[in-house]
């Protein structure tokens, strides 16, 4: 910022005026300050001088941008802090929650259901949902939908054996273009990556995905 002597001509009186006024701690000046060095040079002008009107609204205008940057640096700081909180409490609301994933591999949640979606490109008379044995491939249950319209349609099996640990899900249609199969997996994990960028899902027998990618919650 240009020196407000050197831009108006006040005489030593404000010189004098100006070497009283006290710094802030950081060693700048603040707004207090400013008014009250604006204040001392109307007071001490040169009569036969009087500063320009476009002087002092180039002054003006100086403490004006000044003020507004640092409110809009306090108002940044504040919105950066929020946004910080409001990233990590979503993250702590993720774990051990389930999102639905593409993919075939599933596990009894904590009421010991299975539950996923089927997407249909187009619609179709009849859709079958079986249930395998992950490990051994044995069919373990099978579901009926009947009709069903394009789009996801959704499926729940809710008395999975007790001791069951992973079920292999496959769809059947008489559709052209077979079901892609849709799963809920646990999150396991949640990654917050530095620089704003979204969150990262671990999930269970899935990895690494991106939190833009997940559609549903349960």
């Keep these: 910022m240009n020196d407000i002597a ?31 060095l604006m204040t001392a040079q109307l007071q001490n002008q040169d009569p036969f001088k009087p500063m320009e009107n476009g002087e002092f609204l180039a002054q003006m205008a100086q403490f004006s941008t000044v003020s507004g940057i640092e409110s809009v640096n306090a108002t940044l700081g504040d919105i950066s802090s929020q946004i910080g909180g409001g990233r990590l409490a979503t993250a702590s609301s993720l774990m051990n929650q389930q999102v639905l994933v593409p993919g075939t591999l599933a596990r009894p949640d904590a009421e010991g259901g299975i539950h996923g979606a089927a997407e249909l490109a187009e619609a179709a008379s009849g859709v079958s949902v079986i249930y395998s044995d992950a490990t051994s491939g044995a069919e373990l249950h099978r579901q009926e939908l009947g009709a069903q319209g394009a789009g996801l349609v959704p499926f729940d099996w809710t008395d999975v054996p007790p001791g069951t640990a992973a079920v292999r899900v496959s769809i059947q249609s008489d559709t052209e273009t077979p079901p892609a199969p849709f799963v809920y997996a646990r999150v396991v994990g949640v990654d917050m990556p530095e620089g704003g960028q979204d969150l990262t899902l671990r999930i269970e027998d899935y990895g690494l995905r991106s939190s833009l990618e997940i559609t549903s919650i349960r």
Aim: charged share 15%; proline share 0%; no cysteine.
């Design 6 to 36: 050197s831009l108006t001509g006040a005489g030593a009186t404000y010189g004098a005026a100006r070497a009283g006024v006290q710094r802030a701690d950081n060693g700048t000046l603040g707004q207090k300050d400013f008014l009250t």
